[in-house]
């Protein structure tokens, strides 16, 4: 079996690709940053590391033809340019977009013709709670997200009569990735940890663990679905407001 893996060079993508590989998988290793991915490829056994620019159209077609055919594509490579939307910049915005919307699709496209000839495969996107119920001052990552589910409802709907399953997992309050930096300041841990109905943090291995669900044969009859992996955040508004 063979997966790719893109953003896999640090954080959550790291993590998906590990397991995937203790799992059986032959993974390839996708990021910009090409030494940060041939640094974890090494760790695992028969991975290798491409260096590539999600949201560039000629870098995904020579990456995916390099690879060749693919049984699992987890689509975890994104960015954020945080702040209010009156001081976002045209170039924040665009390359957030690149990233987040055009990287997925492109990356998805490919895979997407690979496994139609082989009749089966499986693509995973990640997404973000923010696709679900956008916070303040995180420019347009909320509205990328929200398009990449979105996209995966349209993804599963073309390209499962070709026997390609398309999901999108939408993490919450992550310990892990780009979150982590949020979670380094104690009093911020606890109070997101304690407006979470589990009343912790979300930690990688709850992301890592969606991806082997859905990639899974338990999972066989899942397509077009955003599994929100969130602790019980994003349905616990009403908890947050008072009563009289």
Known sequence: MKAVVTGAGAG???????????????????DQDGNAASRRAEELTGASAFQVDVSNPEQVADVFSRIGAVDLLVNNAGIARFGPLLEQSPADMQAVINVNLMGTALCAQQAAKQMAEQGAGCIINLSSINAVTPGPNVGLYAATKAAVHNLTILQALEWGPMGVRVNAIAPGFIDAGMSAPFFEQASVREKRAGGVPLKRLGQADDVVNAVVYLQSEAAQYVSGHQLVVDGGVVGSLLAHLPRD
Not at 20 to 26: D, I, K, Q, T, W
């Open 12 to 30: 959550l993508g790291a993590s998906i690709a590990e397991r995937l590989a203790s799992e059986g998988y032959a993974v390839a290793l996708l």
